[in-house]
C-alpha cells in the first residue's frame, strides 16, 4: 500500500508538472505599430505649408526641409518597429507550434503506457481465472488435499492478488497522465491557433505601417523638392547650387546631433562606472569598521558587567545599528549596467564584421537569413559564420548579449535602435560595427544591403549601450 501511495503521488506530481507548463504562453509583442497615425505626419504637413506658403522666408523653408528629414526617420522607424513586432509574433508562433508536437509526442507516449498498462493488467486476471477460477483464499483452501498445499497455494494467490492491485493502480497512474498530457496537447494546440492568428495580424500590421512609412517618405521627399525650389527663387541662386548647401546644413545637423548622442553615450557611462563605484562601497564599509579599536576602548569597561546590563547602552547600539542601513536603501539600481564578461573573442568579432560585409548589395526581406536579410538577419549570420549562434530578432539579441559602453566599441559589436532608448521592448533595429567609424546593416526594401557611419542616421534612436556576443 505504502508503494502505491509513493507512485500515486509521484505521477500527481508529473501531471501537475505538465499542467503546470502547458499554462505558459509565449509572450507575444507588446508594441504594435498603428499606420493610420504614424509619426512625422505633422512634421510634414507644417512643411507643406510653409513650401506653399509665398510668403515663407528662408529661416522658415530651411526648418521645414529639417523638419522633414526627421519626419523621413519617424515614418522608417515606425514602419522599421511594425517589422519587428511581426518577427516577434512569428517567433511566437514558430515556439508554439514546437511546444504542440512536444505535447502531442507526450500525449501519445502516454495513452501507449496506458494501454500496456492496461493489458498487463488483463494478463494478470486471466491467469487468476485460469489458475483457480477466483483469487480468493477459499478456493485456495477447497482445491487443497493438505495443510502444505493449503500454505503454498494461498500464498500464490496472495502474490496474484498483490500483482493484480499494482496493476490496478498503474493504470488508474497511466489514465491519469494519459489525461493530463491530452488536455496539455489540446491547448498547446489553441496556443499555437492564437500565436498563428496572431503572427498574421501582426504581419498585416507591419505591411500596413511600412506602406503608409513609405508614402510619408515619398510626400516628405517631394514637398522638399518644392521647399528647396522656393529657396532657390528667394535666394536668387540654381537649385543644384540650393542643393548643395542644404547638404551643408545637413552635415552640420548631423555633426550636432552626433555630438548629442556621443555626449548621451559618455554620461550613460559616468552614470554606470557612478553605480558601481556606489555599489562597493560594502568593502569600503569594513574599512569603515576600523574605528573597532573604539569599541573595543568601549569594550574595556567590560570588567563592570552592571554596566553592560543597563538599558541604556543597549540601546546605543541599536541606534547606531539602525542609522547604518540608510546608506543601502540610498543605493538606486541603475536602469542599465555595462557587462564584464562576454562569450566571443576579439577575432570572432573581426570575423563576423568581415563576414557582414560580404553581404553588401544583398536584397531586403522582413525575417531574411539568406540570400534576402533583414537586420538580425545580417548580424546573426554574420556572427554563425564567426562561430558563434546568437538569436533571431534585434530584441532577443540585446537581451542576450553583454552591454558595453560606445567606447569599448570593437568590430564584430552590435549597435541597437529604439523608439525609447530606455526601454529594450521598443528595439526596431540592429547593425553590426565593421570598424573606422562605419555600421553594416538591411535597413528596408527601398534600399539594398550596406555600410554607412556609426552616427550618420537615426543617432536619437541609439540604445547606451552596444551589444557584445
Same mark, same amino acid.
Given at each position: 500500500?505504502?508503494?502505491?501511495?509513493?507512485? =500515486?503521488?509521484?505521477?500527481? !506530481?508529473?501531471?501537475?508538472?505538465?499542467?503546470?507548463?502547458?499554462?505558459?504562453?509565449?509572450?507575444?509583442? $507588446?508594441?504594435?505599430? @498603428?499606420?493610420?497615425?504614424?509619426?512625422?505626419?505633422?512634421?510634414?504637413?507644417?512643411?507643406?505649408?510653409?513650401?506653399?506658403?509665398?510668403?515663407?522666408?528662408?529661416?522658415?523653408?530651411?526648418?521645414?526641409?529639417?523638419?522633414?528629414?526627421?519626419?523621413?526617420?519617424?515614418?522608417?522607424?515606425?514602419?522599421?518597429?511594425?517589422?519587428?513586432?511581426? &518577427?516577434?509574433?512569428?517567433?511566437?508562433?514558430?515556439?508554439?507550434?514546437?511546444?504542440?508536437?512536444?505535447?502531442?509526442?507526450?500525449?501519445?507516449?502516454?495513452?501507449?503506457?496506458?494501454?500496456?498498462?492496461?493489458?498487463?493488467?488483463?494478463?494478470? !486476471? @486471466?491467469?487468476?481465472?485460469?489458475?483457480?477460477?477466483?483469487?480468493?483464499?477459499?478456493?485456495?483452501?477447497?482445491?487443497?488435499?493438505?495443510?502444505?498445499?493449503?500454505?503454498?497455494?494461498?500464498?500464490?494467490?496472495?502474490?496474484?492478488?498483490?500483482?493484480?492491485?499494482?496493476?490496478?493502480?498503474?493504470?488508474?497512474?497511466?489514465?491519469?497522465?494519459?489525461?493530463?498530457?491530452?488536455?496539455?496537447?489540446?491547448?498547446?494546440?489553441?496556443?499555437?491557433?492564437?500565436?498563428?492568428?496572431?503572427?498574421?495580424?501582426?504581419?498585416?500590421?507591419?505591411?500596413?505601417?511600412?506602406?503608409?512609412?513609405?508614402?510619408?517618405?515619398?510626400?516628405?521627399?517631394?514637398?522638399?523638392?518644392?521647399?528647396?525650389?522656393?529657396?532657390?527663387?528667394?535666394? #536668387?541662386?540654381?537649385?543644384?547650387?540650393?542643393?548643395?548647401?542644404?547638404?551643408?546644413?545637413?552635415?552640420?545637423?548631423?555633426?550636432?546631433?552626433?555630438?548629442?548622442? @556621443?555626449?548621451?553615450?559618455?554620461?550613460?557611462?559616468?552614470?554606470?562606472?557612478?553605480?558601481?563605484?556606489?555599489?562597493?562601497?560594502?568593502?569600503?564599509?569594513?574599512?569603515?569598521?576600523?574605528?573597532?579599536?573604539?569599541?573595543?576602548?568601549?569594550?574595556?569597561?567590560?570588567?563592570?558587567?552592571?554596566?553592560?546590563?543597563?538599558?541604556?547602552?543597549?540601546?546605543?547600539?541599536?541606534?547606531?545599528?539602525?542609522? &547604518?542601513?540608510?546608506?543601502?536603501?540610498?543605493?538606486?539600481?541603475?536602469?542599465?549596467?555595462?557587462?564584464?564578461?562576454?562569450?566571443?573573442?576579439?577575432?570572432?568579432?573581426?570575423?563576423?564584421?568581415?563576414?557582414? =560585409?560580404?553581404?553588401?548589395?544583398?536584397?531586403?526581406?522582413?525575417?531574411?537569413?539568406?540570400?534576402?536579410?533583414?537586420?538580425?538577419?545580417?548580424?546573426?549570420?554574420?556572427?554563425?559564420?564567426? #562561430?558563434?549562434?546568437? $538569436?533571431?530578432?534585434?530584441?532577443?539579441?540585446?537581451?542576450?548579449?553583454?552591454? =558595453?559602453?560606445?567606447?569599448?566599441?570593437?568590430?564584430?559589436?552590435?549597435?541597437?535602435?529604439?523608439?525609447?532608448?530606455?526601454?529594450?521592448? &521598443?528595439?526596431?533595429?540592429?547593425?553590426?560595427?565593421?570598424?573606422?567609424?562605419?555600421?553594416?546593416?538591411?535597413?528596408?526594401?527601398?534600399?539594398?544591403?550596406?555600410?554607412? #557611419?556609426?552616427?550618420?542616421?537615426?543617432?536619437?534612436?541609439?540604445?547606451?549601450?552596444?551589444?557584445?556576443?
Amino acid at each position: 500500500m505504502v508503494k502505491v501511495t509513493a507512485g =500515486l503521488k509521484r505521477v500527481l !506530481a508529473l501531471a501537475a508538472m505538465f499542467a503546470l507548463a502547458s499554462a505558459v504562453v509565449v509572450a507575444g509583442p $507588446t508594441h504594435r505599430a @498603428q499606420a493610420e497615425d504614424y509619426p512625422g505626419q505633422a512634421e510634414i504637413d507644417e512643411a507643406r505649408k510653409a513650401a506653399s506658403d509665398l510668403a515663407a522666408g528662408i529661416d522658415e523653408l530651411d526648418s521645414a526641409i529639417a523638419a522633414l528629414a526627421e519626419a523621413r526617420d519617424k515614418a522608417e522607424a515606425n514602419a522599421l518597429l511594425a517589422g519587428e513586432d511581426y &518577427t516577434d509574433a512569428q517567433d511566437a508562433a514558430d515556439a508554439a507550434q514546437d511546444t504542440l508536437k512536444a505535447a502531442n509526442k507526450r500525449a501519445r507516449e502516454a495513452e501507449k503506457e496506458l494501454a500496456e498498462a492496461r493489458e498487463n493488467l488483463a494478463s494478470v !486476471a @486471466q491467469a487468476a481465472y485460469r489458475d483457480s477460477g477466483s483469487m480468493s483464499q477459499i478456493g485456495a483452501v477447497v482445491g487443497s488435499e493438505t495443510v502444505d498445499e493449503v500454505i503454498a497455494r494461498s500464498e500464490a494467490f496472495a502474490r496474484g492478488s498483490d500483482e493484480a492491485d499494482m496493476w490496478v493502480q498503474r493504470v488508474k497512474a497511466a489514465e491519469l497522465v494519459a489525461s493530463t498530457m491530452r488536455t496539455y496537447a489540446d491547448e498547446a494546440a489553441t496556443e499555437a491557433d492564437a500565436a498563428a492568428a496572431e503572427a498574421k495580424s501582426a504581419y498585416a500590421e507591419a505591411q500596413d505601417a511600412r506602406a503608409h512609412a513609405e508614402e510619408a517618405v515619398a510626400v516628405a521627399n517631394e514637398t522638399r523638392a518644392d521647399a528647396v525650389t522656393r529657396l532657390a527663387e528667394l535666394r #536668387g541662386v540654381t537649385i543644384a547650387l540650393e542643393e548643395q548647401r542644404q547638404a551643408g546644413l545637413e552635415a552640420e545637423r548631423q555633426a550636432a546631433a552626433q555630438a548629442e548622442a @556621443q555626449a548621451r553615450q559618455k554620461a550613460a557611462e559616468e552614470a554606470a562606472a557612478a553605480e558601481q563605484e556606489q555599489s562597493r562601497p560594502r568593502p569600503t564599509s569594513t574599512k569603515t569598521s576600523t574605528p573597532k579599536p573604539t569599541a573595543t576602548k568601549t569594550s574595556t569597561p567590560k570588567p563592570s558587567a552592571t554596566k553592560t546590563s543597563e538599558p541604556e547602552q543597549t540601546s546605543e547600539p541599536e541606534t547606531t545599528t539602525t542609522s &547604518t542601513p540608510k546608506p543601502t536603501t540610498t543605493s538606486t539600481p541603475a536602469p542599465e549596467q555595462p557587462g564584464t564578461s562576454w562569450n566571443s573573442t576579439a577575432a570572432q568579432g573581426k570575423k563576423a564584421a568581415q563576414h557582414s =560585409l560580404t553581404l553588401i548589395g544583398s536584397e531586403y526581406l522582413l525575417g531574411g537569413s539568406g540570400p534576402k536579410y533583414d537586420c538580425s538577419g545580417v548580424t546573426s549570420e554574420s556572427w554563425l559564420e564567426a #562561430g558563434q549562434w546568437i $538569436t533571431r530578432s534585434s530584441r532577443t539579441q540585446y537581451q542576450a548579449t553583454t552591454h =558595453l559602453s560606445y567606447s569599448q566599441i570593437r568590430e564584430g559589436d552590435l549597435v541597437f535602435y529604439a523608439t525609447d532608448t530606455s526601454d529594450p521592448s &521598443t528595439i526596431f533595429h540592429v547593425a553590426i560595427y565593421v570598424g573606422n567609424g562605419q555600421v553594416m546593416e538591411a535597413v528596408n526594401y527601398s534600399k539594398p544591403a550596406g555600410v554607412r #557611419g556609426l552616427y550618420a542616421w537615426m543617432t536619437g534612436n541609439m540604445m547606451p549601450f552596444i551589444g557584445r556576443p
